[in-house]
């Protein structure tokens, strides 16, 4: 599957369509500072801030280790950060010697901005980063010169474009990660 | 003239014994006493005692020089042994050869007393195997071990130290990998006879053809290192993988074209060939490189070797025969672009012989055959003076001005044929190369039948009765980039026309130095002032038979590539847009000699 093939370019979808955005997140924050009661429920309420502080950094540093991954080639490792089925599409992406690729990612600075959204739970998330993103296109064919060009790590195009990364996250035994994510192309919808 | 004793083939041809290890150790053993040399060895470390410290986990080697041809060596501080080497000198460095006896391993070295300098080439036999499982093991995704032609237990393996003479302190600068010969071209003329063009193409790798070898027409490639010492001097080594497996090390000093080397492996005749030797050369030319300003390829991961012969697949009468006859796809049929093949510049497909009839007829019984062209993708052809028509898919391009160029697939017959005519309307000439399945030595390869005759239809020109398109060797010594795909690099090569019989290819790697090379039988001939067809077939590699159209004033082509194998048999378009590179000045080096 093509990520030129439509604008809004399928990635790796694990899960359910992508739902929370800049919006909700802004509306959990807001839900959360205005919710004032007993002693008791401060104190539920400084945990949950505490938790929910917690498992934003814990997805940013997935969203850090992922980019990298992908940056340094590790596609392996970068697979591991995905659960359930996702893990398995995100590596045969990267083994399929037709597919275009991510490989690299450069954070972007947008008129919006990235959004983490945690659920009341705390056990999945949302997450947006506006991100520039390296397209590589192998090359094909399984004639000579096709072959011995990839045998020396060499592609038929790389590029970058602007866009956004759209994840869905779950939490597991303690752990984040990500059960979908989406690439799309800036003005995709 | 060198008297030396080859097999009688080209050296892809040879099928190398696979010799056991101790076979080769003992093949080995008079390399003990160190190497011969026609030239006088040097003296320059008799009676000398260095230590030589190399980085990044490699060897400390303690030598004691007894004399011009006698060594002791302590490896990593343990017990010294004795073994024969020779040195030769190249101003102020000295190449050092020599095996530790009673094993299948060794040191060259070369040594500079002034600097302080010293690279170390650990060598050995009998290290593929091991070699290649611990690289398939690595690999990601991991792979296979390449063990089709054996364990290669012939094939030298070499280890790069780069270090220094140990004692007041480290020296200032050191060796280093380089690009600083890549382009290069010499002719050597060595002390032993032996004459041999060198290609310094690609960082990684380097084509030769030795002149004075008997069925030497062919160049071959060998996987290479490159190392600067300074501005003129150079290190290179190579190893005829695919092949005898022979290491050669050189040094090169650019001021005065000279040359100080050793060779080191087991023929194609199993005997042991191990001698240095001094050599003079000339400058060839330069081709153009393509790294961005400021990258010197100084630094490298490993040195990645092309094996076309380990990798391509022998199929049987049977196999190829299912193939061509029932699974042949001209075109793809139809179906594609050609975008994703070699054909991603091909030009608008010529269209204004449809509904018309011609016919080309080819000297010294070649085919004669007529056309009838029914539209633009189909056409029916038949043997002149038969009244059977058949009808075939085909293409059309005009690589110039009037002159077209076409391919259809023959009868299906086993081996099977087709043929790629090239109608020159302006001077009633007609060209056709006849692609057919099956060499002597496989099936699955193709082989180019050339024929030079004339075209006869209404309204062209009266067919000539002498003049014809013909032989040439005008394209040897270019060098041409290829681009066969959009994008940035797109699939890019670069052809080096490197002997009126054949040809080779560098790949280049993602930072635009050269790569990977191999070199194929080629083929030459000329149309017209600038338009060439030239032809090569892929022996031992992938067996495809690629024809182009080369219009140097476009620098385009129009072309069609011919290839049988488990996919089946296709004829396809080939159109690429082309860069002039370079050009070596080799003429009077090769070809018929006078």
Redesign the interface.
């Known amino acids: 599957m093509s990520l030129n093939n439509t604008r809004r370019a399928f990635f790796v979808q694990g899960g359910a369509a992508l739902g929370a955005g800049v919006g909700a997140a802004v509306g959990v924050s807001a839900a959360a500072s205005a919710n004032t009661g007993s002693s008791q429920d401060q104190v539920k309420q400084l945990q949950r801030q505490l938790r929910d502080a917690q498992d934003r950094e814990a997805i940013r540093r997935l969203h850090t280790d992922f980019t990298r991954l992908v940056a340094g080639g590790d596609y392996?490792q970068a697979a591991e950060l995905f659960a359930g089925p996702a893990s398995r599409q995100f590596a045969d992406r990267y083994?399929d010697s037709e597919a275009i690729i991510h490989t690299g990612y450069r954070q972007r600075v947008s008129h919006e901005s990235d959004a983490l959204v945690v659920s009341e739970d705390g056990l999945s998330a949302t997450g947006t980063f506006h991100v520039d993103a390296e397209l590589t296109?192998p090359?094909?064919?399984?004639?000579?010169?096709?072959r011995?060009?990839r045998?020396?790590?060499?592609?038929?195009?790389?590029?970058w474009e602007s866009g956004r990364l759209e994840a869905r996250y779950e939490k597991a035994e303690g752990r984040w990660r990500m059960t979908s994510l989406d690439y799309l192309p800036t003005g995709a919808r | 003239m060198s008297v030396r004793n080859y097999r009688p083939l080209q050296m892809h041809r040879i099928a190398y014994t696979d010799l056991t290890e101790a076979q080769v150790t003992q093949l080995l053993k008079p390399a003990a006493s160190g190497p011969a040399s026609k030239s006088p060895f040097s003296n320059a470390l008799a009676g000398k005692h260095i230590k030589i410290v190399t980085a990044d986990g490699g060897p400390t080697l303690e030598y004691t020089f007894k004399n011009a041809r006698e060594l002791e060596l302590s490896e990593n501080g343990g017990k010294a042994i004795k073994a024969g080497y020779g040195a030769l000198e190249d101003r102020s460095l000295v190449l050092v050869s020599h095996l530790i006896p009673g094993t299948h391993r060794g040191f060259n070295l070369v040594v500079d007393p002034e600097t302080r300098l010293a690279t170390v080439f650990e060598i050995y036999f009998n290290g593929y195997a091991a070699d290649e499982t611990a690289a398939a093991a690595a690999a990601n995704p991991k792979r296979q071990p390449q063990f089709k032609n054996g364990r290669r237990n012939r094939e030298v393996q070499r280890k790069i130290w780069f270090g220094h003479l140990d004692g007041a302190g480290a020296p200032l600068g050191k060796h280093v990998f380089t690009n600083r010969m890549e382009g290069r071209g010499i002719y050597w003329k060595q002390d032993n006879d032996i004459e041999i063009l060198e290609f310094y193409l690609t960082v990684s790798y380097s084509n030769l053809i030795e002149l004075t070898r008997f069925g030497g027409e062919m160049t071959v490639c060998a996987p290479s290192d490159y190392i600067m010492v300074n501005d003129h001097q150079f290190i290179y080594s190579r190893v005829e993988c695919e092949f005898t497996g022979t290491f050669t090390l050189q040094l090169i000093d650019l001021f005065d074209t000279t040359q100080k080397g050793v060779r080191l492996g087991l023929t194609d005749k199993d005997e042991l060939e191990y001698y240095m030797y001094s050599g003079k050369g000339e400058i060839t030319g330069q081709t153009a490189t393509f790294e961005v300003f400021g990258n010197n390829s100084e630094t490298r991961g490993p040195r990645r070797v092309y094996r076309p012969i380990e990798t391509f697949e022998t199929m049987t009468d049977d196999d190829v025969k299912q193939q061509v006859l029932n699974h042949a796809v001209t075109f793809g049929d139809g179906q594609g672009t050609g975008a994703a093949s070699m054909g991603g510049y091909r030009s608008e497909l010529i269209t204004k012989f449809v509904g018309k009839q011609l016919s080309v007829k080819m000297d010294n019984g070649g085919p004669a055959i007529d056309y009838d062209f029914t539209d633009a993708k189909h056409l029916k052809w038949r043997y002149h003076g038969d009244s059977n028509w058949r009808e075939a898919r085909y293409e059309m391009y005009e690589p110039d001005n009037e002159l077209y160029f076409f391919a259809h697939l023959l009868d299906a017959e086993f081996p099977r044929s087709c043929a790629m005519v090239a109608l020159d309307v302006k001077n009633g000439l007609s060209t056709v190369v006849k692609g057919t399945t099956g060499t002597a030595f496989r099936n699955n390869e193709t082989h180019p039948t050339y024929y030079f005759g004339v075209l006869n239809m209404e309204g062209g020109p009266t067919p000539p009765t002498y003049l014809r398109h013909g032989w040439t060797d005008e394209m040897v010594g270019q060098c041409v980039t290829w681009n066969y795909q959009p994008g940035n690099p797109g699939l890019t090569s670069m052809h080096f026309y490197a002997t009126p019989n054949t040809y080779s290819w560098i790949i280049f790697n993602p930072d635009g130095s050269g790569g990977m090379q191999w070199s194929s039988p080629g083929w030459y001939s000329k149309l017209r002032d600038g338009v060439y067809i030239m032809a090569w077939v892929e022996e031992a590699c992938n067996g495809t038979l690629g024809v182009i159209c080369f219009n140097q004033r476009l620098m385009h082509d129009a072309g069609f590539g011919y290839h049988v194998g488990r996919g089946g048999l296709s004829l396809s378009s080939i159109g690429a847009r082309a860069r002039h590179a370079g050009k070596f000045e080799i003429g009077d080096y090769v070809g018929i000699k006078t």
């Open positions: 392996g083994v296109t090359v094909r064919g399984e004639f000579t010169i096709a011995m060009a045998l020396q790590g060499q592609v038929a195009d790389r590029r």
